[in-house]
């Protein structure tokens, strides 16, 4: 009987400390928390110990609902300082009476930081609210801290979130996002009381930019979440409260056995959940803003938004991820930045344009412009180009500029938008137009054909008769207008077809000028031919025609024949139809001469 009454006290001592979870719900002196221990509260519903979030070694301590399947956390202790070693790495009441974390080394890197305990008497209880409460050892109802005062991106029910600021202590509480799934570190998002002083809670990007409002509490909802009202009825109760210090405001399932919780996600929406057994998910009862793209900066600098998509967020033609492994998490508030910087100085200079303009239709258009009174889109154009911090334009009733970088940008369903022109390195233009074969909306300050290098100037300067970038105009004498920099762009657009210059080689070796030997594929309905042999291909052959006949078009002889650079957007875009232009009679004597 002693032998099986030891036997019995073994396997229990053996598997009590085999155990991932201590039997109580308590942390006090002398009984600190390390690797795969937790404690649970009494109730079995939440769970606090060592997590981990993604696949690297780092540790957080954090608290969870205890029986979901899937780890959902609602508070992070240390969210900016991981540790690297959860066994060796501790939670625990530290002489002063405060709870705090020490990593492996011993070294303090977070604590409830209460400066007046006067003992180390003192306990952590977690509560089945999901409450973290540090407390009088001696005096279960002497509060010192709790985490519902510390609130990360979770608002649980029975936790107050409070308008303004503490009358007594100065505090503000927010709910601020994780960065990404894998890091809890505060991200660019916080949900918490309106700074204007009214009773409704906003959400903001960087702390200043409200980019929604629940709207004013009205004694039953708040007027932006109409739905509450309904929600009351079946779901959940709301209680405000107002004391001498601040006013209050929480919420509570009408039963026990509902699961909710409301997330600040790290996209900056603002989610209320319930959790449905039948489904073993996370079901929406509501989020806002609806539409991803509202929240202000959802796709960071240079980044574009589009509710269409998925993912919603991509980076502007010519820039790329700023930080490549958030991105890849889902976290776009980095934004994007250049793939190529472009020079700028004196854009007049004999060393050539070194930016231009890429236009991209249907845009949403960032904020922070300001207007410029001038009287076309080329002054417009001109007045962005001459200055080195300029990074886009708009002419849309009027010239509207864009310095610094360029925020909130939305793509719209076609026709809802406008065109947004933006700057980029010429030779990223290039590269654009190889990459879309032609088929994009790109616009350039062909002035003077100075994207070309100082390398072609025999072809591009006062070699009579020869054809090249410049229109008729500058050789014949007669008068400029802007019609010659739609010349330059029309032979420009054939080197982006045909991915070479117009006075290279073809492929059988034979020397030509494209322009002329191009004309008869076209006539022939032959545009294949004309494509870059690097694309293999792959292009729209109803695009091709387009852009291959609008070119045409661009270098007719007679300025009168040559159409608006508007109209060539509009062409390109489709929204314009274009027919077979007329052989110039300047590409029909190089012809004839050739035979």
């Known amino acids: 009987m002693r032998t099986l009454f030891l036997y019995v006290l073994l396997h229990f001592f053996i598997c009590s400390q085999n155990s991932h979870s201590i039997a109580i719900d308590t942390i006090s002196l002398g009984l600190p928390l390390s690797g795969d221990h937790t404690i649970s509260s009494k109730g079995g519903i939440f769970e606090l110990g060592f997590f981990k979030p993604g696949a690297r070694e780092k540790y957080y301590i954090g608290i969870w609902y205890k029986q979901l399947p899937k780890k959902t956390v609602v508070w992070v202790a240390n969210r900016e300082t991981p540790v690297q070693n959860k066994y060796s790495s501790q939670l625990k009441i530290n002489h002063d009476g405060n709870l705090v974390i020490l990593n492996q080394f011993e070294r303090l890197i977070w604590s409830t930081d209460i400066s007046s305990i006067g003992t180390n008497n003192t306990v952590a209880e977690l509560h089945d609210t999901g409450n973290l409460v540090l407390?009088?050892?001696?005096?279960?109802s002497a509060v010192i801290w709790e985490s519902f005062d510390n609130p990360t991106h979770t608002w649980l029910p029975k936790q107050w979130l409070c308008f303004g600021r503490d009358k007594v202590t100065g505090e503000t509480k927010r709910l601020i996002t994780w960065k990404n799934h894998d890091d809890p570190a505060p991200g660019m998002f916080s949900f918490g009381f309106d700074p204007d002083g009214t009773y409704q809670y906003v959400s903001l990007w960087n702390g200043s930019e409200v980019y929604w409002r629940t709207g004013v509490w009205n004694g039953q909802y708040f007027d932006g979440l109409p739905e509450m009202a309904l929600i009351s009825k079946y779901l959940m109760n709301f209680s405000f409260l107002e004391t001498e210090n601040r006013s209050c405001f929480t919420y509570n399932p009408l039963h026990s056995?509902?699961?909710?919780?409301?997330?600040?996600?790290?996209?900056?929406?603002?989610?209320?959940?319930?959790?449905?057994?039948?489904?073993?998910?996370?079901?929406?009862i509501w989020l806002q803003p609806i539409d991803q793209c509202e929240v202000y900066s959802s796709c960071g600098t240079f980044g574009v938004c589009s509710k269409n998509n998925e993912p919603f967020c991509s980076c502007l033609s010519g820039f790329q991820p700023r930080y490549r492994e958030d991105w890849n998490l889902s976290n776009w508030s980095g934004g994007c930045a250049r793939k190529t910087h472009f020079e700028c100085g004196d854009n007049s200079s004999d060393n050539g344009q070194k930016s231009g303009f890429f236009m991209i239709p249907n845009m949403g258009l960032p904020i922070n412009s300001h207007s410029l009174t001038v009287k076309s889109h080329k002054e417009c154009e001109s007045s962005c180009l001459s200055s080195c911090s300029c990074t886009a334009f708009a002419y849309y009733n009027g010239c509207?500029?864009?310095?610094?970088?360029?925020?909130?940008?939305?793509?719209?369903?076609?026709?809802?938008?406008?065109?947004?022109?933006?700057?980029?390195?010429?030779?990223?233009?290039?590269?654009?137009?190889?990459?879309?074969?032609?088929?994009?909306?790109?616009?350039?300050?062909?002035g003077m054909a100075k994207l070309i290098g100082r390398e072609y100037s025999s072809v591009l300067t006062s070699i009579r008769g020869t054809i090249g970038y410049l229109a008729p105009e500058w050789i014949s004498g007669v008068a400029i207008t802007s019609k010659v920099d739609v010349y330059s762009f029309g032979m420009m657009l054939?080197?982006?077809?045909?991915?070479?210059?117009?006075?290279?080689?073809?492929?059988?070796?034979?020397?030509?000028?494209?322009?002329?030997?191009?004309?008869?594929?076209?006539?022939?309905?032959?545009?294949?031919?004309?494509?870059?042999?690097?694309?293999?291909?792959?292009?729209?052959?109803?695009?091709?025609?387009?852009?291959?006949?609008v070119a045409y078009w661009c270098i007719q002889d007679d300025e009168n024949d040559r159409p608006a650079m508007g109209n060539v957007v509009q062409i390109l875009e489709g929204l314009i139809d274009v027919n077979m232009p007329p052989i110039p009679r300047s590409i029909r004597i190089l012809i004839d001469n050739s035979s």
């Not at 407390?135 to 279960?140: K, Y």
């Not at 509207?400 to 700057?423: A, T, V």
């Open 135 to 140: 407390r009088g050892g001696s005096d279960p």
């Open 257 to 284: 056995s509902f699961v909710t919780r409301s997330v600040l996600d790290f996209s900056g929406q603002m989610k209320q959940c319930l959790w449905l057994e039948s489904s073993r998910k996370w079901n929406y």
């Open 400 to 446: 509207s500029l864009w310095n610094g970088d360029l925020i909130n940008l939305q793509q719209l369903s076609k026709g809802e938008g406008k065109d947004l022109y933006l700057r980029l390195a010429a030779t990223e233009l290039r590269d654009l137009g190889r990459k879309k074969g032609g088929m994009t909306g790109a616009t350039i300050d062909f």
């Open 494 to 549: 054939f080197e982006i077809i045909s991915g070479k210059r117009n006075s290279e080689k073809l492929g059988d070796g034979e020397s030509a000028f494209f322009p002329c030997w191009a004309v008869g594929k076209i006539a022939k309905g032959e545009v294949l031919a004309l494509l870059d042999y690097r694309l293999d291909g792959n292009a729209n052959m109803e695009e091709l025609m387009r852009a291959s006949r």
